[in-house]
């Protein structure tokens, strides 16, 4: 089949990756132990810093997102060390559970519905609970990508420091950096683990970690064997631009424009706008008579909604006729959603008319299908956008 114009990638990461983006990735790959090297890797290793709202250190690896939960874990635990996993969706279970059992550490996995965040109460009852501090690390999800839900972070550090408990804080912010709203210091969280594929708007294939001195200071006694993943001479290295090993040059390149386009937009802009875009969405999936995983306002993720199809209609049916009919590809159900939800991915390079389109897509989807739904979700999710927008104005 012939395709013209744009593929719509409308899957919660990777994203899509703005031209700027990929011409400023399009240029020689130069010497990595070289002065030009050198410059390059210490912008980038600044810049990163005021993503994760941190003046601490950022590793940056070669790697996906996977790659740097794996890195906060063996640089900061020993075998057997016992840690709490909140179960909140597939990569609660894929990005740390598994490898956290395959590492030896002593796992409890705290059962989630895949339908709400991580519970501040159900933390602060379990770390209260281990009078010996045995805990030695509580992980979490912020924006669980396989359901659309963002655990609140700040109210979980509320909950540990009312424990009065000296567990690390682990967090993935794989989907919810440069687009939700993320504070590594003032929440106190330890390891931040992100990858460049979502909110930073870069191909996939690096992967980063913000650590705290607490975190480093438990890396001098953590004993899982690492190699690859150890940050003492990625740390050293970092200190003149240099990495430990080959960096991926080219995606520097990319990070390096990226950062210039989120700081021309500003952080805080980039927050209203993702916040704004899964407004509407929400309003198209209510109108739509549909309904989201995400069962508390509170917890509504901004960068994708995941969204249940009635009983009896397959999600990647319904995601197969969109591909097939408007060469838009969405985020398919995970593990147990597998089939009963798709996604929206609203995050990263993104407009209104984008999302429009996207919206659309959906709807004439919907219909193609043969999903009962009620139309006018498009026309919500415009009138969502344009009552924003009026009020900005009239203000
Ligand atoms: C929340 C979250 N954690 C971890 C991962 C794993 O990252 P990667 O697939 O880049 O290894 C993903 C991937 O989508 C994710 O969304």
Request: proline share 5%.
């Amino acid at each position: 089949m012939t395709r013209t114009g744009r593929h719509f990638l409308q899957i919660p990461g990777p994203t899509n990756v703005p031209d700027r983006i990929l011409r400023a990735m399009a240029a020689p790959t130069i010497d990595h132990r070289g002065p030009e090297f050198a410059r390059l890797g210490l912008e980038v290793l600044e810049g990163i810093r005021a993503m994760f709202k941190t003046r601490g250190p950022v590793v940056m690896y070669p790697a996906s997102g996977t790659g740097a939960c794996e890195a906060a874990l063996v640089n900061t635990l020993s075998a057997g060390d016992r840690v709490l996993i909140f179960e909140t969706g597939w990569f609660s279970h894929i990005a740390w559970r598994q490898p956290a059992e395959r590492l030896e550490l002593n796992v409890e996995y705290v059962p989630g519905t895949w339908r709400r965040g991580a519970s501040p109460e159900e933390i602060e009852a379990r770390l209260s609970a281990d009078k010996q501090h045995t805990i030695k690390a509580v992980v979490v999800v912020h924006n669980e990508t396989s359901t659309g839900v963002t655990s609140r972070i700040a109210e979980i550090r509320r909950a540990m420091n009312r424990a009065r408990h000296p567990a690390l804080l682990l967090v993935d912010t794989v989907s919810s950096l440069a687009s939700i709203d993320y504070c590594h210091d003032e929440w106190e969280v330890d390891v931040s683990a992100a990858g460049s594929q979502k909110g930073l708007m870069v191909p996939p294939g690096l992967s980063f970690n913000a650590i705290s001195e607490k975190a480093l200071a438990a890396g001098k006694t953590a004993k899982l064997p690492k190699a690859y993943w150890d940050w003492e001479p990625m740390l050293k290295n970092n200190q003149s631009g240099f990495f430990a090993y080959t960096p991926a040059t080219n995606l520097l390149y990319g990070l390096r424009e990226a950062l210039n386009m989120l700081r021309e937009e500003g952080l805080e802009n980039v927050f209203r706008r993702h916040a704004r875009h899964g407004e509407a969405t929400r309003a198209a999936v209510r109108a739509w008579g549909l309904e989201l995983v995400c069962e508390d306002p509170l917890e509504y993720s901004n960068s994708l909604s995941a969204v249940f199809t009635p009983d009896g209609h397959n999600a990647d049916r319904l995601r197969d006729i969109i591909l097939e009919h408007f060469d838009m590809s969405l985020g398919t159900g995970l593990g147990k959603l597998a089939g009963k939800a798709f996604r929206i991915g609203h995050l990263g390079a993104f407009n209104d008319l984008m999302l429009a389109g996207t919206l659309a897509g959906v709807e004439m989807g919907l219909r193609l299908a043969g999903v009962p739904y009620r139309q006018g979700g498009v026309m919500a999710a415009l009138n969502t956008l344009t009552a924003v927008e009026t009020a900005t104005l009239v203000r």
